[in-house]
């Protein structure tokens, strides 16, 4: 198998428009925009779906993909994965049997912790994705708590400090023992006192069903099926398209995490997200780059993205987004170097792309259609011209902000 050569630094010949010798960052004024662009800016794009199967995953572990943190004061809880006996989603047809038929053995997130504190407010905090317009789905079971029973869903977080939650309390009043609350977090402050909830029964020890729903500044959340955030007046009509909804525009984006307050002990489970993908602005280039080369054969970019090897992110072909990289990619990212690579009929070239600061964000790998007598000096030029119609494309789309 052809292995990448690393290149030296060598004089190249001219490229269109005067330019010579391989690219410096100091001239690629337009590199910093690919950041922000891999980061955040996207358009949006049909949409996918991400279920948790936490039986995948290490008992007593935090599953991968996920990080803690604490809002508010005190320690982050203790977030595993364990087995727990849960009911069925759908009622049992044998309805005379006995009810330890109506329970299985199940894989859940569990959280629990010694802080009293109803301001403390631990969060497991999934960030393989950002979610603009999306519905979440999750069963949850609060099981004790003393100062604030609560457990729920933060969302469109951007970190512990703001976000959105919807929480669910074992405790109301005296004749309903039990609340659901929609309020947001900025910069740390709790708007509760300002939120939008509802008293409903929410028995301690019991499965319950949570839906969340986002769709541009508007959000509602249903329990057990049925919609209670915002609360739903007699008078209201029943075509759902129609139906209230709280209008916030505080966050438009964000990650997405389970939620819990004080020294809440707390299952989930049965966890299912559908939602509006984002396409990164970067992949939208890229791709429309890839069509004006006929020469082209392929162009992918690599980023460390959550996890300490590259992965394309974005692709020309958009056939190997999130595969990873190797080596010569690693390479490329972690000391910047350029490789070549000739094959039959083809050439490569993976080269850094570099923020305004001069440092590498992100690998650029070019493979074209090569030609009789052609040179590496001539490739990598070759490759540097496309790395110039990337840059200007990038230079259009940097008024679109996240």
Known sequence: ??????????????????????????????DFLLLTL??????LAPGGEIKFDFGLYQRDRIP?????????????????????????????????????????????LAVSSADTAPVHSPILLFTNEIFADFTLTTRFKIVSGTTAPEAGIAFRVQDEK?????????????????????????????FDSQGIGVLVPIPPDAWQDLRVECLGNTIRAFLNGKQM????????PTNDAEMPRINDSTFAIGKTGFWTAGDTTAFFADTRIEYTARVPQIQT??????????????????????????????????????????????????????????????VEVTQPLRDRNGEVIAALKTTMKSFLGETTAIAVSRATQI????????????????
Not at 94 to 106: G, I, R, V
Not at 168 to 182: E, M, Y
Not at 337 to 343: D, P
Not at 395 to 401: A, G, M, T
């Open 1 to 30: 198998m052809s292995r990448a050569t690393r290149i030296p630094q060598l004089p190249l010949p001219p490229l269109p428009g005067g330019a010579a010798g391989l690219v410096v960052a100091s001239r690629l004024w337009r």
């Open 162 to 190: 703001n976000y959105y939650v919807i929480r669910a309390s074992t405790v109301g009043n005296q004749a309903v023992r039990g609340s659901l609350l929609w309020y947001r977090v900025v910069n740390g402050v709790r």
């Open 38 to 43: 891999l980061c955040g800016a996207a358009f």
């Open 229 to 236: 955030i915002p609360p739903v007046p007699a008078s209201a």
């Open 64 to 108: 991968p993909g996920f990080t803690s943190l604490v809002s508010g004061s005190g320690k982050p809880g203790d977030w595993k994965v364990m087995d727990e006996m849960v009911a069925p989603v759908m009622t049992p047809i044998l309805t005379n049997q006995p009810n330890s038929l109506a329970f299985a053995k199940h894989t859940v």
């Open 285 to 346: 280039v890229i791709a429309d780059v890839m069509k004006k080369n006929s020469r082209l054969l392929g162009l992918k970019v690599y980023a460390i993205k959550n996890s300490p090897t590259p992965v394309v992110v974005a692709d020309g072909k958009e056939k190997d987004l999130g595969a990873p990289g190797g080596n010569t990619e690693a390479d490329v990212i972690a000391n910047g170097r350029i490789f070549f690579l000739k094959q039959d009929g083809s």
């Open 387 to 402: 790395k110039k119609d990337v840059e200007s494309g990038l230079s259009i789309l940097q008024d679109i902000n996240e």
